[in-house]
């Protein structure tokens, strides 16, 4: 077999290649190269997933291939940072969060060194594949370990911004993103400030509070409800820890109810970094945590577990009613 008929035999690269919100990684590394950052770009066998090839082939001297040996590859993050480097390493949340805890406490986080994580296809975003692919756990785990930044981006412009703000942040970070092919939110231009939570709206009757995915279908289903004469405020918190807890107390003193909408399971996630916030400051609002209820998720395309588990607009849309009723 020629070696062009090979490559084009290989379906999953071309299945890939459909993800133009993980583009705007490797974009946002070539810009940091450009800059004069020191990056060093790694993957675990999924460069083709996570668009890293685009920033292999553009700098090859800075591209690294650990295959499948993700705790390697963090370890070896860590002592990259060691000598000067701002190591980007990037595979499956699941895989990232779950399987490399260890070596993101002890060897990044522990030692406050400058490596970045980036989890893609968080959530249940590779539906088909499964429970063991599925990432409903990771900014639970990921939180909870000390000295460590927990970025869920919206999009793909949010996501550069973000990789562009790191350059002068002093902590390891992890990066939450999901397969690259979620609505667009904000301009390719966008600005992002890590601890700042965005407020898209105001709203005196509910207000919700989203990350990652759920932006997008949270604002479409603000504007459903605001046509039946409701006062929905959305507001995107794309950086869970720190989080924005000045945002999170003035959208509870203004509101009735805040409902927080992640794909995680809600034990431990966005909904729990606002409960604590909101329990502390003594909120008069009431809380109400919508996400994965403490299940392991179900096996089927992304497209149809948003709708099974009311993550997307019509679904969140149903929620907020329900919650106000």
């Known amino acids: 077999m020629s070696s062009a008929l090979a490559e084009g035999s290989w379906q999953y690269r071309g299945l890939n290649a459909q993800n133009p919100g993980l583009d705007h990684l490797s974009d946002g590394l070539i810009e940091l190269v450009e800059a004069g950052v020191p990056v060093v770009a790694g993957t675990a066998d999924l460069q083709y997933s996570n668009g890293l090839v685009k920033f292999a082939r553009a700098h090859p001297d800075r591209f690294v291939q650990f295959g499948i040996s993700e705790q390697n590859m963090v370890s070896a993050a860590a002592g990259l940072a060691t000598t000067g480097a701002t190591p980007f390493v990037a595979t499956f949340a699941s895989f990232?969060?779950?399987?490399?805890?260890?070596?993101?406490?002890?060897?990044?986080?522990?030692?406050?060194?400058?490596?970045?994580?980036?989890?893609?296809?968080?959530?249940?975003?590779?539906?088909?594949?499964?429970?063991?692919?599925?990432?409903?756990?990771?900014?639970?785990?990921?939180?909870?370990?000390?000295?460590?930044?927990?970025?869920?981006?919206?999009?793909?412009?949010?996501?550069?911004?973000?990789?562009?703000?790191?350059?002068?942040?002093p902590e390891p970070i992890y990066f939450r993103t999901s397969r690259g092919r979620d609505p667009q939110v904000y301009a390719d231009d966008a600005e992002f400030r890590f601890g700042r939570g965005i407020e898209h709206s105001t709203g005196t009757d509910l207000t919700i509070i989203a990350c990652g995915t759920q932006v997008h279908p949270a604002l479409r289903a603000a504007e459903t409800l605001a046509a039946e004469g409701l006062s929905i405020g959305v507001i995107d918190m794309a950086t869970i820890k720190p989080l924005d807890a000045d945002l999170v107390r003035a959208a509870a003193a203004r509101s009735s109810v805040v409902l927080t909408v992640e794909e995680h399971n809600v034990l431990g996630g966005l909904g729990a970094a606002v409960a604590e916030v909101m329990a502390e400051s003594r909120s008069g609002a009431r809380l109400v945590r919508h996400g994965i209820h403490d299940e392991y998720s179900l096996i089927a395309p992304p497209t149809h577990l948003y709708a099974h588990y009311r993550l997307d607009a019509r679904g969140i849309a149903a929620v907020v009613r329900e919650a106000l009723a």
Request: charged share 15%; hydrophobic share 45%.
């Open 96 to 169: 990232l969060a779950l399987l490399c805890c260890e070596q993101i406490r002890m060897d990044v986080a522990y030692t406050k060194l400058p490596v970045r994580l980036i989890g893609h296809h968080t959530g249940i975003s590779l539906g088909f594949y499964g429970t063991s692919h599925h990432a409903t756990e990771d900014i639970s785990v990921m939180r909870a370990i000390a000295g460590l930044t927990v970025v869920s981006p919206a999009d793909g412009p949010q996501l550069q911004a973000a990789i562009r703000a790191s350059a002068t942040w």
